[in-house]
């Protein structure tokens, strides 16, 4: 089996088993980048302190992506004008990967490259959705280990509760 097949097989394994309780409360200063996003800026995080993010780490692979992209887009338009942001950083090796998923699931929030894998490691991404919340000082808050419908319904109850904070 190549690596990318058994990789792909992995990440739907364990989308299969996350239930309710993929979600946990974290703390600590999430971790600061600078990546490049798909507009060819410069993103950095700790210029976005003062906002709530919602970071998402994200493959072209993954199913789960493909099912909760929609929802994000959805969340980050309800949520902006209250001082939100979504941040999807993609991880594929090949940025042609992403692209081509992105022209089937077009999105407007801020895409970031991760090719290397620099800043997933750094968050410890173990599986393809991962989603933190940040709240307005940096702190990480909420981590989502993969997706299954009904999530977005607790990404909007943290968003509220963090954007209230």
Same mark, same amino acid.
Request: hydrophobic residues 40%; proline residues 4%; negative net charge.
């Given at each position: 089996?190549?690596?990318?097949?058994?990789?792909?097989?992995?990440?739907?394994?364990?989308?299969?088993?996350?239930?309710?309780? !993929?979600?946990?409360?974290?703390?600590?200063?999430?971790?600061?980048?600078?990546?490049?996003?798909?507009?060819? /800026?410069?993103?950095?995080?700790?210029?976005? #302190?003062?906002?709530?993010?919602?970071?998402?780490?994200?493959?072209?692979?993954?199913?789960?992506?493909?099912?909760?992209?929609?929802?994000?887009?959805?969340?980050?338009?309800?949520?902006?004008? %209250?001082?939100? #942001?979504?941040?999807?950083?993609?991880?594929?090796?090949?940025?042609?990967?992403?692209?081509?998923?992105? /022209?089937?699931?077009?999105?407007?929030?801020?895409?970031?490259?991760?090719? /290397?894998?620099?800043?997933?490691?750094?968050?410890?991404?173990?599986?393809?959705?991962?989603?933190?919340?940040?709240?307005?000082?940096?702190?990480?808050?909420?981590?989502?280990?993969? %997706?299954?419908?009904?999530?977005?319904? /607790?990404? #909007? !109850?943290?968003?509220?509760?963090?954007?209230?904070?």
């Amino acid at each position: 089996m190549k690596a990318s097949t058994w990789v792909i097989a992995l990440c739907l394994g364990l989308g299969m088993l996350m239930s309710a309780s !993929a979600m946990a409360e974290v703390s600590g200063t999430a971790p600061d980048f600078t990546l490049k996003s798909r507009s060819g /800026d410069n993103l950095r995080l700790e210029d976005l #302190r003062g906002e709530v993010i919602m970071l998402n780490f994200w493959a072209s692979w993954c199913g789960p992506c493909r099912q909760e992209m929609p929802h994000m887009d959805a969340i980050e338009e309800e949520f902006r004008d %209250y001082g939100f #942001r979504v941040l999807a950083v993609n991880v594929d090796q090949h940025r042609d990967d992403a692209e081509r998923f992105l /022209d089937s699931v077009p999105v407007d929030f801020a895409i970031l490259w991760d090719h /290397d894998s620099t800043v997933s490691e750094r968050y410890d991404v173990q599986a393809m959705p991962t989603t933190v919340m940040i709240d307005r000082n940096g702190e990480a808050r909420y981590i989502h280990h993969g %997706y299954q419908p009904g999530y977005e319904d /607790d990404y #909007r !109850a943290q968003i509220r509760e963090l954007i209230r904070e």
